[in-house]
């Protein structure tokens, strides 16, 4: 079972998440059945306790970016209505393809620059054009590996 790391609570907190919330995730999964996603339970799960939510966290290259003066901070989030409208079809396909299962699209990383999917098992993966790459195999798992700039691997 996966285990939260203290940075991972620490900021998910500072968002304004706690264990126990529940939201209603109908305005998500609505724009996303609307767009064709294929929005499983696990889906469904995962936006009730993370949707809405927007968290800074401390960038990969904070130290390399301090010492030129740049941005030192990184957000995720979890508003995937904003982006399914956008986001083309035959690209998420492809996805589907490369993994061998469906997804359905759960929120951005990276400042808006990646996409974060999730299988219907709970998986969780980040894309870029036709980068993808598995970011963990369940929520606190994938949310751990963000927050905690831990290595990704990339589906071929």
């Not at 980040?126 to 963000?146: F, H, K, Q």
């Amino acid at each position: 079972m996966a285990v939260w790391s203290e940075y991972t609570l620490e900021v998910l907190k500072a968002a304004g998440w706690y264990p126990e919330r529940r939201i209603d995730p109908e305005p998500f999964i609505s724009v996303l059945r609307e767009e064709g996603y294929e929005v499983s339970s696990a889906v469904v799960e995962f936006l009730s306790r993370f949707g809405g939510l927007t968290v800074t966290h401390r960038h990969q290259a904070a130290d390399f970016a301090a010492s030129r003066g740049w941005c030192t901070e990184d957000q995720f989030e979890f508003y995937a209505s904003r982006l399914a409208t956008h986001f083309p079809s035959d690209i998420r396909r492809d996805y589907e393809r490369r993994i061998g299962r469906p997804v359905c699209l759960v929120g951005s990383c990276c400042g808006k620059r990646m996409l974060l999917f999730m299988s219907d098992d709970g998986a969780v993966y980040e894309s870029y054009d036709d980068i993808l790459n598995v970011v963990g195999r369940n929520a606190i798992e994938s949310l751990n590996t963000i927050c905690n700039n831990a290595p990704r691997a990339a589906v071929p």
